[in-house]
């Protein structure tokens, strides 16, 4: 049965990127997204074969068993043509898709997926995430060590685990069925999305529930206004719904809308390290190591990281501290060079204080330097009074001179 609904796909280059490697498929039954990698021109070539090569599954199947078995059939058809292009171009070696797509037969929803593009399903007003990134930081996640949040912020985020490519003649796709209802929104995104604008933006831009397209151009502003730092494609597919199809033929976008058949220049040298981040940069070739051992190297990797992070933190820490103990260290050795004149606390004599008059919470910044033995009560009431205000002495000699100025004065009674 021919699915019932609309449509609609868009890919745009981004801010950063000079040419597109995504690709995309909107057609009667069969909606992809993918997403190239492998370099300047590999890319172009990966996503664009994915597309091409399903784009004959456009159709209607008695069974979501058939579909299923067309999608990983046609999927390991193209990891062939892959294989052919590099032996006919060796400059293309390592090139790469990403593949997610949905077959619909009648009320059912055929899903293959490989790579970190992403399918969600906006129903009942709530966006759900169906495929799980085939990613290095996926792995992290699944595994407890880091949380989805800090995920989004990884620095090797973008190392796929999986990928439709020329390494892999037999390809392993997720797949599974799920059951539609009308009103159901389907979409289909590249991680030029889906890494650039959170959730909370896409259910939003779903929720208004306009046309596919208008809704496609909606997501797309919100990651340009993010930056857009690799390539946007998008798909978006209404089960039912008030708005109908304009057109019964299909849309291609993106690499794949490019006739077939053109010389593509060749990618330049990729970098020699084998660890590097893919996407972090425009047209840097992106990278996928199929290895068995490959995510414990990168995960022995990660935790050196965070040990040096950690280190780095300590240390900083204790330098503070150390600045910071300096400073409150030379602050109390100024304070001892300073003196003044009050009463004993306990005598009532006349006492020379080292230090200053504040205290510093519990912490007194003064003691007793010298008790002079002159009682206060045998001085002039005016003595009297400066001396329990107390007198401040810049240093010990004016604070010695005060006191000789008080005994003078406790010994005549006056004033000098």
Known sequence: MVFEGSSAAISHTGKVRSNNQDSGYAGANLFVVADGMGGHAGGDVASSIAIHRLQNLDHAYPSTMDAEASLQAAATTAAGDMIRAVKDRPELAGLGTTLDAIIMVDDYAVIGHIGDSRIYLYRDETLTQITTDHTFVQRLVDSGRITPEEARYHPRRSVLMRVLSDMDADPELDMFVMPTQPGDRWLLCSDGLS???????????????????????????????????????????????????????????????????????????????????????????????????????????????????????????????????????????????????????????????????????????????????????????????????????????????????????????KTP
Not at 245 to 264: K, Y
Not at 382 to 394: I, N, P
Request: aromatic share 6%.
């Open 195 to 413: 890494g650039v604008v959170d959730e909370a933006h896409m259910q939003k831009a779903l929720r208004l529930g306009m046309a596919p397209g208008r809704t496609a151009d909606g997501l797309l502003r919100y990651a340009l206004d993010g930056g857009a730092p690799d390539n946007v494609t998008i798909v978006i597919v209404d089960v039912g719904g008030q708005h109908p199809v304009l057109s019964g033929s299909a849309t291609v976008v993106g690499a794949a809308a490019n006739p077939q058949g053109i010389v593509v220049p060749a990618a330049r040298p990729a970098r020699p390290s084998w660890l590097h981040p893919v996407r972090q940069a425009a047209n840097e070739p992106t990278h996928f190591e199929p290895a068995a051992d490959y995510l414990e190297e990168l995960i022995e990797e990660d935790h050196r990281r965070a040990v040096r992070r950690r280190i780095g933190w300590i240390t900083g820490l204790i330098v503070v501290i150390a600045l910071m103990t300096a400073a409150l260290f030379g602050a109390y050795a100024w304070t001892q060079t300073r003196y003044f004149v009050g009463v004993g606390a306990d005598t009532g004599t006349v006492v020379i204080y080292q230090g200053i008059q504040q205290d510093l919470g519990p912490i007194s910044l003064s003691h007793v330097y010298e008790d002079t033995g002159i009682k206060v009560s045998d001085l002039p009431a005016f003595y009297q009074s400066a001396v329990k205000e107390t007198t401040s002495a810049s240093t010990l000699a004016a604070a010695q001179t005060t006191v000789d100025s008080l005994r003078a004065a406790a010994g005549t009674g």
